[in-house]
């Protein structure tokens, strides 16, 4: 038997321009996080075979946040959906989606959340899904609120639902952030400019979806994620730990 050297997996490189870098001085906190110099390490086949996600482990009511306690929570109750792309526009199936957002206050329920808001008992804030054939997923929730953060004076951020994509394996996992269109404080959000194409920034922002929505029950909105590509969604650097 002849043996014949690691296999490589074939490298995929960011297109330039689309996502936004590590280091984002008016974004403060990049400025101690972000890496001085970055070695991409070759990808071996070790780290897209697994571990894998067993799809077992997500059932249907993860991604209804407003039926994970024994009251509703307060708020707007919002429909989000999308469909999770490839660069070719074809659907990506079978992919696990998470969301994380505060509740309509504004609020986390984390420890490191001290905003003065109220906590919502009936409101945790964290879903999943798997996408279907078509690469579809969908979330029931609450729109939720602005906060601030202090990263400079009045700094609130815009709301937002954060997004992990896992993809097929741990190695893969991506994370973004999904806006409202028209939200007033686009301009002094250091995090959704630190995406500086302006193109590639109105791919964050989720479309009002009229033909989802459910009568006289919630407003529904939309966000396709294309993963890869020119016409990516653009996507955080490094590995989640992201504060706001
Ligand atoms: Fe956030």
């Given at each position: 038997?002849t043996?014949s050297?690691?296999l490589?997996v074939?490298?995929?490189?960011?297109p330039?321009?689309?996502?936004?870098?590590?280091?984002?001085p008016?974004?403060?906190?990049?400025?101690?996080r972000a890496?001085?110099?970055?070695t991409?390490?070759p990808?071996?086949?070790?780290?897209?075979?697994?571990p894998?996600l067993?799809?077992?482990?997500v059932?249907?009511?993860?991604?209804?946040l407003t039926?994970q306690?024994?009251?509703?929570?307060l708020?707007e109750?919002?429909i989000?959906?999308?469909r999770l792309l490839d660069?070719?526009?074809r659907?990506v199936?079978?992919?696990?989606v998470e969301?994380?957002?505060?509740?309509?206050a504004?609020?986390y329920?984390?420890?490191?959340?001290?905003h003065?808001?109220p906590?919502?008992?009936?409101?945790?804030g964290?879903?999943?899904?798997?996408?279907d054939?078509?690469?579809?997923f969908?979330?029931v929730t609450?729109?939720?609120g602005?906060?601030?953060?202090?990263?400079?004076?009045?700094?609130?951020?815009?709301?937002?639902?954060?997004?992990?994509?896992?993809g097929?394996?741990?190695t893969q996992r991506?994370?973004?952030?999904m806006?409202?269109p028209?939200?007033?404080?686009f301009?002094?959000?250091?995090i959704?400019?630190s995406?500086?194409?302006p193109?590639a920034?109105?791919r964050l922002?989720?479309?009002?979806?009229l033909?989802e929505?459910?009568?006289?029950?919630a407003?529904a909105?939309?966000f396709d994620?294309?993963?890869r590509?020119p016409?990516?969604?653009?996507m955080?650097?490094?590995?989640?730990d992201?504060?706001?």
């Amino acid at each position: 038997m002849t043996t014949s050297g690691p296999l490589l997996v074939p490298e995929y490189r960011r297109p330039q321009g689309v996502h936004p870098d590590p280091r984002t001085p008016e974004y403060m906190s990049t400025r101690l996080r972000a890496p001085e110099r970055l070695t991409v390490l070759p990808h071996m086949l070790t780290e897209i075979t697994g571990p894998l996600l067993g799809e077992g482990l997500v059932n249907e009511a993860d991604a209804d946040l407003t039926r994970q306690h024994h009251g509703e929570p307060l708020g707007e109750r919002i429909i989000v959906h999308g469909r999770l792309l490839d660069e070719g526009g074809r659907p990506v199936a079978g992919s696990l989606v998470e969301v994380w957002q505060p509740n309509a206050a504004g609020r986390y329920r984390h420890d490191r959340d001290r905003h003065p808001a109220p906590l919502d008992p009936n409101f945790t804030g964290i879903g999943r899904c798997v996408t279907d054939a078509q690469g579809g997923f969908r979330f029931v929730t609450v729109k939720p609120g602005a906060y601030p953060w202090g990263n400079h004076d009045n700094a609130w951020r815009p709301a937002h639902i954060h997004f992990s994509l896992l993809g097929r394996a741990f190695t893969q996992r991506l994370i973004t952030q999904m806006y409202f269109p028209g939200d007033p404080l686009f301009g002094q959000d250091p995090i959704f400019n630190s995406v500086r194409d302006p193109v590639a920034r109105q791919r964050l922002i989720a479309h009002l979806d009229l033909s989802e929505t459910v009568h006289e029950w919630a407003l529904a909105y939309r966000f396709d994620i294309v993963l890869r590509g020119p016409e990516s969604t653009p996507m955080e650097d490094g590995e989640g730990d992201h504060d706001s």
